[in-house]
Nanobody, 121 residues
Framework: QVQLVESGGGLVQVGGSLRLSCAAS????????MGWYRQAPGKQRELVAD???????NYADSVKGRFTISRDNAKNTGYLQMNSLKPEDTAVYFC???????????????WGQGTQVTVSS
């Protein structure tokens, strides 16, 4: 069984920064894609940023230049550095990863439980 656990959320003022972490634990052979999504009240979950196993990144237009996604493959951990936070960044942030438990086995998509980010004006 593999778990993804997010941490680092909280309350921050406009213009502030937070760093989210997503730690994968359990039976892990490799992790392919990792991503961060967010869901604000009354809205659909949306992609914030993702990163390939090779380090290629992709960002939503709304966060380009402010957020940075990264990963530490040795630690099976992903990160989302969020700077210049705005009230519209307020949401529950979820991490997501394509995980292979054994060599040459199938990938399955794992989700964390989410961490709340609140940006106050």
């Amino acid at each position: 069984q593999v778990q993804l656990v997010e941490s680092g959320g909280g309350l921050v003022q406009v213009g502030g920064s937070l760093r989210l972490s997503c730690a994968a634990s359990g039976s892990i052979f490799s992790i392919n894609h990792m991503g961060w999504y967010r869901q604000a009240p009354g809205k659909q979950r949306e992609l914030v940023a993702d990163i390939s196993s090779g380090g290629s990144t992709n960002y939503a237009d709304s966060v380009k230049g402010r957020f940075t996604i990264s990963r530490d493959n040795a630690k099976n951990t992903g990160y989302l550095q969020m700077n210049s936070l705005k009230p519209e960044d307020t949401a529950v942030y979820f991490c997501n990863a394509d995980i292979r438990a054994v060599y040459n086995g199938p990938y399955y998509v794992g989700w964390g439980q989410g961490t709340q980010v609140t940006v106050s004006s």
